[in-house]
């Protein structure tokens, strides 16, 4: 073992002199220690650009620089000074690349110029723009339908590009437009709209400055949103209690140093979490119907907003009366005691914000889950007041406002209406493919062309296997990027790169300097202005190459494509008729720090069918998965060959420290006090002792579902180390993208079909080979 690879504790804040230390690496690390400092003095501010990583929102347009160390990381990132040129492709093999790890692909740099993979060479080679669009307009006009044709949105597309994107498909006659959405807050937009009319949460920052209680579920925003760290700092200093369920002890919810703070610095940092539990994994649902029967029983129901703004209450109450304490504690993995005194934590809160992540999303269950905090948060009235209401914290940068801007594959028919009406066409009606439904479409043969709007596919979807057979069974698929990733290397049997520009770049159009907008987690909407000089000059921006493509592939069309895009207010003055909320786009967007999107909700206006928010039954149940292995005499069983594997544990893939979405920056995950290493399993003290393995064994992971007939099926991923951690007993986690081959393509949130990723059951297996 290398004196840069070790498994320690973590004692100090999330924050302090390690984020700053951390940070300053970057910079480093890049090439861009001066120029990078100088770009993240624009981050996030008037007349600036958005960060590029999370969709936390800003505190003040006009507020001086706020500090986050993976805000830092994904500028540095971006602001490199290292590029992939047409040289690099020449030397190194398609073969070679995909034998190297995503950390390797991410350091060499930005993307310089268009390629197109050249299969007698096995490498990719230069290619003009122009070619390049004619080579996808030909193979998507060639299509027996515009439905075998897949058109992928990444979340952090800006709503320029989104809209103009969203336009071009339907234009060419699908709603194929699978997105990132699909598999991180699917299960919160299907819960809430159906639940109070809107899937969006209803808070603002200012009310995290109200709130008396704060509930974080399933979160861990020290990796994941550290501007978010500021508002629960800033809390708890005045005295509101933040209330944590988190399976895993997460260093970013126990303590925080702002490093603009001196005191801070010089001290410890702020405590944020007063309370902190540890459910089981997919314990959420049963913890918060215990909230619930405590809440209903104990009569601190608000009677009056119940009575005026709900509908169902007689039947919840009824059945969270009827749970028993045995059956909350089995599934939630806490004991009554601990649930009270977060029940009595929410009861004392005359306002409170519940927050959440994907812990909550990606489980069999999650819609029910969601439904279920909202439950809770209407049985005292927190929906519409100060201080109060759902927060979902997303995660890309403008993924809200991908969505809101159309990228959606089963678009309203009012969209559909505006959209045909505000540029003389008629869009499709049938819905199209989600993202499970493009990997199986690709798979036999049904889809055809895959078009990826930024991301990586390859590497953020389950079954790693099946997702790379599926992309390999194109004609031709297409990466639009700033960098090199996995998802190129797994290509179609023809393939191109596009490369674009950065969200930290000029753009540049024939109507001068251009600006675009996004959408934060609050529904807060505003500009962001590039200010370096473009990596390439043969870069384009993400809405020219919508425009571009457009006018290449649809002959027919009567939308000015390049006259749109010359100057983007024109694009912004269609969006302003299409898309509610959005009236005077021009004018709103350009008020310092943007406008906010109405949420019918803080006025306490619920636009279900009955005009009312509803409270909605969820029984507690075995998950699906669980219980089919429970009634099948199958592999498991003791007697077969399968006896070598221990017993059946839960599995949630989780990001490092050093990580966002699929883009590794390094191997370490500080506040886990894990160093150098990405294959690495998290595992309870009680279940190391109980399986007979010690810290730094090696293990095959091997996860264990039921196909739906009768049969139990098994998927490996080999060599992790294992790591001793304060998780509970029968839970385990490791990085994504490493376990995503453990995840079957069907195992997936009910009616949101959200990739189950935080619920694989597993069994673990002495390591029968090592990796390099």
Known sequence: MTDDRKIGHYDGPAGGWDALKSSWHALREQHVVLKGSNTLLRANQDRGFDCPGCAWPDRNAHSTFEFCENGVKAVANEATSKRVTREFFAEHSVTWLSEQDGQFLEAQGRLTEPMAYDPDSDRYVPIAWDDAFAKIAAALNV?????????YTSGRTSNEAAFLYQLFVREYGTNNLPDCSNMCHEPSGVAMIEQIGSGKGSVLLDDFEHAEAIFVFGQNPGTNHPRMLGELRNAAKRGCRIVAFNPLRERGLERFADPKSPADMLGDGVRLASHYFQPRIGGDLAVLTGIAKV?????????????????????FADSVRAASWDAIE???????????????????????????????TQHHRSVATIQMLVNVLLLR???????????????????????????????SDDFLDKLGAAFDFTPPREHGFDTIDA??????????????????????????????????????TVHVSTKLNRSHLVHGRDALILPCLGRTEIDLQAGGPQAVTVEDSMSMVHLSVGMNPPASEHLLSEPAIVARLAAATLSHSRTPWLHLVAQYDRIRDKIAEVVDGFENFNVNVRAAGGFHLHHPNRERVFPTADGRAQLYVHPLALAPVGAA???????LDETTESSRLKPLLQLMT???????????????DRYRGVHG????????????????????????????????????????ARDFLLVEYDIPPGCLASYFPETNALVPLGSHAERARTPASKSIPVKLRKAETRSA
Request: a negative charge.
């Open 143 to 151: 299509l027996t339908s515009p439905d075998e044709a897949i058109f």
């Open 295 to 315: 809440v209903v029983e104990h009569d601190a129901v608000d009677r009056s907003f119940v009575e005026t703004h709900t509908s169902g209450y007689d039947a």
């Open 330 to 360: 089995r599934e939630s993995g806490l004991g009554r005691a601990q649930i009270e005194q977060a029940a009595q934590v929410y009861i004392d809160s005359d306002a409170t914000i519940f927050c959440w992540g994907m812990g909550i």
């Open 381 to 411: 009235g927190n929906i519409g007041k100060p201080g109060a209401g759902p927060c979902p914290v997303r995660g890309h940068s403008n993924v809200q406002g991908d969505r809101t801007m159309g990228i959606y594959e089963k678009p």
């Open 439 to 476: 990997i199986e479409a690709m798979r036999d043969g049904r889809g055809k062309v895959f078009f990826a709007m930024g991301g990586n596919f390859a590497a953020a979807t389950p079954d790693t296997d099946l997702t790379v057979r599926a992309l390999r069974n194109c004609a031709l």
């Open 629 to 635: 292995l429970a009634a099948s005499s199958s592999p």
């Open 654 to 668: 989780v990001r490092s420290h050093d990580q966002y979405n699929t883009t590794v920056y390094g191997l370490n």
């Open 677 to 716: 290493y990405r294959r690495v399993c998290l595992i309870s003290r009680s279940d190391l002792d109980r399986l007979g393995f010690a810290p730094g064994n090696h293990v095959d992971i091997i996860s264990v579902w039921d196909d739906g007939n009768g049969a139990i099926q098994e998927r490996t």
